[in-house]
């Protein structure tokens, strides 16, 4: 299982903005039956300022062709690029007890 975490870094003020944007986009992946997704923010808090994140899991990593890409996404992207200064997506493989038995060999 995998954690995938997209990160957004906005202009000064702009992060609960992008947050909804995020939100959105998420929905239009869910609805074609990917993971329910977290959105969450740095601003106002100890922390990264300025950033909105969402964040999901998944079975396995697969790359994600633009014909899959929802239609709604493409608009809702091109809107919310324009409060972002830097969007990256970070991969992470989650730890489960499963995983610690195989990795370990006990």
């Not at 633009?66 to 493409?74: D, Y």
């Not at 989650?94 to 995983?99: D, I, M």
Request: proline share 6%.
């Amino acid at each position: 299982m995998y954690v995938i975490r997209r990160v957004a870094r906005t202009q000064p003020g702009k992060a609960w903005n992008v947050a909804s944007y995020l939100a959105k986009i998420c929905e239009a992946y869910e609805e074609k039956g990917r993971s329910k997704a977290q959105i969450f923010v740095g601003h106002g808090l100890p922390g990264d300022q300025h950033v909105a994140y969402a964040q999901w899991t998944q079975e396995r990593i697969e790359p994600n062709f633009p014909a899959g890409i929802p239609k709604a996404v493409l608009e809702l992207h091109k809107a919310m690029m324009e409060m972002v200064t830097d969007y990256t997506i970070e991969f992470y493989q989650l730890v489960t007890p499963e995983e610690l038995k195989v990795r370990s060999g006990r």
